[in-house]
T-cell receptor, first 115, second 113 residues
Framework: GAGVSQTPSNKVTEKGKYVELRCDPI?????LYWYRQSLGQGPEFLIY????????DSGLPNDRFFAVRPEGSVSTLKIQRTERGDSAVYLC?????????????FGSGTRLTVV | DAKTTQPTSMDCAEGRAANLPCNHS???????VYWYRQIHSQGPQYIIH???NNETNEMASLIITEDRKSSTLILPHATLRDTAVYYC??????????????FGQGTILTVHP
């Protein structure tokens, strides 16, 4: 497609459950990023993929969070044993490459609510 | 990456120029200035970026001071659809930190009729 697609757009889950959030980047974009945005705050970096590998996962808050990108395109962010504090909008972005002149294209996000 | 300081909020009349300042006094020589905006319920949208020189595109102009310690994003003729949170981000163009943007609180720009 023309943009970055994220599914689902909204997800409500019970505390303690497992969730998967999907990101379809722009075709051909090798760099993929996940961010998390809490209400009233700017997006916060979670993890960055260059191709299939996670080049920087320093933003993942703890080991309940994991992300994969097995074929270098679609990525899945996985959250185990969800907590109410995980409630946020999870944003995905992709770039054509890492040259500073390549812009980031963000998806509209998945709004996760843990009840 | 260098820290940025932006006003919390600004107002602008429709049709007038909106000038959004950003202070980045600790910027290094290899760090770029990026501007993004986020309209309610959408992901951030790229606006413009620059290193040293002033830049202009179809959306906006970016004015970077000669010492690069501050910059101004200019929306020449603001419309109601420009109401959004505007983020000024400074980051290294390459190296180990090339993967991420560090967002601050941004400036809430409200364009009034």
């Amino acid at each position: 497609g023309a943009g970055v697609s994220q599914t689902p757009s909204n997800k409500v889950t019970e505390k303690g459950k497992y969730v998967e959030l999907r990101c379809d980047p722009i075709s051909g974009h090798t760099a993929l990023y996940w961010y998390r945005q809490s209400l009233g705050q700017g997006p916060e970096f979670l993890i960055y993929f260059q191709g299939t590998g996670a080049a920087d996962d320093s933003g993942l808050p703890n080991d309940r969070f994991f992300a994969v990108r097995p074929e270098g395109s679609v990525s899945t962010l996985k959250i185990q044993r969800t907590e109410r504090g995980d409630s946020a909008v999870y944003l995905c972005a992709s770039r054509q490459g890492i040259d500073p002149n390549y812009g980031y294209t963000f998806g509209s996000g998945t709004r996760l609510t843990v009840v | 990456d260098a820290k940025t300081t932006q006003p919390t909020s600004m107002d602008c009349a429709e049709g007038r120029a909106a000038n959004l300042p950003c202070n980045h006094s600790t910027i290094s020589g290899n760090e770029y200035v990026y501007w993004y905006r986020q309209i309610h319920s959408q992901g951030p949208q790229y606006i413009i970026h620059g290193l040293k020189n002033n830049e202009t595109n179809e959306m906006a102009s970016l004015i970077i001071t000669e010492d690069r310690k501050s910059s101004t994003l200019i929306l020449p003729h603001a419309t109601l659809r420009d109401t959004a949170v505007y983020y000024c981000i400074v980051r290294v163009g390459g190296g180990t930190s090339y993967g991420k943007l560090t967002f601050g609180q941004g400036t809430i720009l409200t364009v009034h009729p």
